[in-house]
């Protein structure tokens, strides 16, 4: 943005990071401003002239303050009509100069979560800047950032090859510290941080557990990679793999390593920012720390294991969910009554499972582990509720009940798990509109967003038709007691709530805007019928009859504004055409609507299509708006019947609005 502000063109630029440093590259950036005319306007022509063609004192004043003789002026036209203006041409600026000021403004923008001060200097940045190496054609761009001046000296890795070195160009830059064991390109660091890593288990004939967090967190935590191997003792295996692959990765940056049994081992690799001397000695250090860890976990998953999971639900009343929501078991209680209302329509055959599931779910919070490792909670309390002999379907539901985590994440897999995160989700966002706790612009402290999102997500994925309107009001009935806002304001505001998210899951996919708005403006009752009706029409629009029939369509709706409906009488008819749409309709009505009934809305549109030629030829031919009311309002009832099967799968009106 400051290049193309400052008129510099330029090729595509790259940038590049380390933990040590970051790296912008401007190919092809021109070495001069290139001139430009500005136009600077003054007041309009009749304040600015008299009668007669003499300057007015407005006119005099403006070319003074522009520094020109008041004959200069010229008159350019403007939305507000002529103006006196001045034309002036500026020459360009040279790069250099552009950059010397440009650097350290950009510099103080780059946005950080936390930032920090050195020294006694007025200047922030995510870590102390040790030092700046700008160059442009060969040549440096002065200037200072804090107690820092910029230069051509830059440095190799910190602990392998620390010397100085001069700098003329990007690729004398990127080839240096390539020999002094610097990989400035993100990617390619990655890819050999994970090859390498891969090859030393290998060796040993084991596999690396693939973790993209994971492996994007050590590609910053190094400037080149030494992977070495290292083990802990095999009493701690008794631990599930989850503990022992989080202890791992949240305390050391460990990569977990599995057998050819495909079950994990006590090996590791660690990858190191410097080449190891002395191996041995290295491991041993990584050893003991993470056998600490391990006692810990160890401790905690003996404790935990002391009770079956289900005596913590009593302890959940110790816990707050929301000051104004009460308690986490009062949440407990109410998403298992909404999870068994739900479960009644979704998987009747599988109410109890759903309750066990429902109850068990929230049990692990009063764990160790969980409370050593928060990002174990679902999981940790799925292994306990196996051990504890829990059926699968409801073990595995304890887990699955927080899927997905974030957009395009998992989505639960089994029936049981699905019921219950979609009560569960219900709860939270209803619970937070009835006291007033609405996200606002990027505030969303209740992940209220991403829940709306993930019940979108599940209901679509289980393909299963739903009452929006029953489930929203359900959740409501449970949280009376605590509500401070009316029933009926609360369920409207989640539903329109649930709508904008859907209508975004929807566009971000690709689907257009208007096609959408047009489905849920018609109603949004059923998140799986509302789909079902986007894909449809979405897929009609593409055919060659989409666009004159839209057009006929919304001839219908416009006439019809301010109508009052009616039952069209075919005996009320007097022209041909009206008699021939209304019999087209009735036999395409007949056909279409058990389709639209069934949810088959292709079929039900390719139906609808025969309405365009006698909707066309009834607009030629007939006068809608005729002084006899009779024949007036059954034209009026005709159309109207038209518009109502129509509206059944969208709002066609909107089709090609680009209203929000």
């Given amino acids: 943005k400051g290049l193309d502000s400052a008129r510099l063109p330029h090729g595509e630029i790259s940038v590049y990071a380390t933990p040590r440093r970051l790296i912008v590259r401007i190919p092809d950036l021109v070495d001069h401003q290139a001139a430009s005319e500005v136009i600077k306007t003054g007041p309009g022509k009749a304040s600015a002239y008299n009668s007669d063609g003499s300057p007015t004192k407005a006119a005099v004043g403006f070319a003074k303050g522009q520094g020109v003789a008041v004959e200069n002026l010229i008159l350019t036209d403007t939305p507000k009509g002529q103006v006196v203006a001045v034309r002036r041409s500026e020459s360009g600026r040279s790069t250099k100069e552009i950059l010397s000021e440009l650097c350290p403004s950009i510099m103080e923008r780059i946005s950080f979560p936390k930032t920090m001060r050195w020294m006694d200097q007025d200047v922030r940045f995510a870590r102390p800047i040790h030092w700046l190496v700008s160059v442009y054609s060969g040549e440096p761009i002065e200037f200072q950032y804090g107690n820092i001046s910029s230069g051509v000296t830059s440095y190799g890795h910190r602990f392998v090859s620390p010397e100085p070195f001069q700098v003329k160009s990007f690729d004398e830059l990127r080839s240096q510290l390539e020999q002094r064991s610097v990989i400035i390109d993100p990617q390619e660091r990655k890819d050999r941080i994970f090859t390498e890593v891969k090859e030393l288990a290998e060796r040993e004939g084991l596999t690396v557990l693939e973790d993209a967090a994971l492996l994007e967190e050590v590609n910053y935590l190094v400037e080149s990679p030494f992977p070495i191997m290292g083990e802990f003792a095999p009493e701690f295996l008794e ?67 002391k009770k079956p999971l289900i005596s913590n639900l009593e302890a959940l009343k110790g816990v707050v969910f929301h000051s104004k929501l009460g308690l986490i078991h009062d949440k407990v209680m109410r998403f298992t009554r909404l999870a068994k209302l739900l479960g009644e329509k979704l998987a009747p055959e599988k109410l109890d499972a759903i309750t066990r599931a429902a109850l068990l779910s929230k049990c692990d919070l009063e764990t160790g582990i969980v ?191 301010n109508a009052a409906p009616g039952k069209p009488n075919p005996d009320l008819f007097t022209e041909e055409a009206e008699r021939e749409l209304f019999e087209t309709f009735t036999t395409v009505r007949g056909v279409a609507e058990p389709f639209i009934d069934s949810g088959d809305y292709g079929k039900a549109l390719e139906e609808m299509g025969k309405l365009k030629a006698p909707i066309d030829t009834f607009f030629d031919k007939v006068m809608v708006m005729v002084e006899d009311e009779k024949i007036r309002n059954n034209r009026l009832s005709l159309l109207a019947a038209i518009g109502g099967l129509f509206t059944r799968i969208a709002d066609f009106s909107f089709i090609g609005s680009t209203a929000q």
């Fill in 239 to 305: 631990l599930p793999a989850s503990i022992l692959i989080t202890c791992m990765k949240k305390h050391q940056r460990y990569f977990s390593l599995y057998g050819s049994d495909g079950l994990i081992t006590n090996r590791f690799v660690t990858v190191n920012n410097t080449p190891v001397k002395d191996t041995a000695v290295v491991v041993k250090g990584n050893q003991r720390v993470l056998k600490a860890r391990l006692e810990d976990a160890k401790f905690y998953f003996k404790e935990d294991r």
């Fill in 371 to 561: 409370y050593e490792f928060p990002e174990l909670q679902g999981i940790i309390g799925s292994f306990y509720a196996r051990l504890d002999g829990e059926p699968e379907d409801v073990y595995e539901a304890v887990r699955e009940h927080y899927l997905p985590t974030h957009a395009g994440g998992e989505l639960p897999q089994g029936l049981v798990g699905a019921v219950v995160s979609l009560a569960d989700r219900m709860d939270t966002i209803v619970g937070c509109f009835s006291v007033g706790l609405v996200p606002t612009g990027t505030a969303d402290p209740y992940a209220l967003r991403r829940n709306a999102l993930a019940i979108i997500q599940i209901l679509i994925d289980l393909n299963q038709s739903l009452d929006l309107n029953w489930f929203i009001a359900e959740a409501f009935q449970g949280l009376e007691a605590v509500a401070a806002r009316p029933a009926d304001e609360t369920e409207r505001e989640v539903k329109e709530f649930i709508r904008t998210r859907f209508v975004n899951y929807h566009t971000s996919r690709d689907y257009p805007l208007d096609i959408v708005e047009a489905v849920v403006r018609a109603r949004f009752d059923d998140i799986v019928d509302a789909r079902r009706r986007v894909e449809a029409l979405a897929a009609w629009r593409s055919g060659p009859e989409f666009e004159t029939l839209i057009v006929g369509f919304k001839r219908v709706m416009n006439i019809l504004k």
